[in-house]
């Protein structure tokens, strides 16, 4: 019996590891791929200052009319796809 529980122990001293390496990992992926952690997006944001955490978008639509602009901007991030949407040129608004 003290055998079988010091090899349970044993494998869930390994799953923790194995959890926590990934963890780590997908936080290394994140930072090195520009994804800013720490530094969420703001109402009123620039497309540059979005373009910064996010990166550039994948594509862009845009609209107009008389005295507006509209651009939505579609990114795929942290694998999926994220539409910010800007009116003459402030961020109002972002949705998955």
Known sequence: MNDLMR???EGLKDAICLILGILIL???IMLASGCAVSDPLRWGMSPAQ???RWGYPSRVNRSQG???RREQHVFYVWGKHWYAYFEDGKL???QQ
């Open 7 to 9: 090899g349970g122990r």
């Open 26 to 28: 997908l936080i290394v």
């Open 50 to 52: 979005v373009h910064d």
């Open 66 to 68: 008389q005295g507006w």
């Open 92 to 94: 109002t608004g972002i």
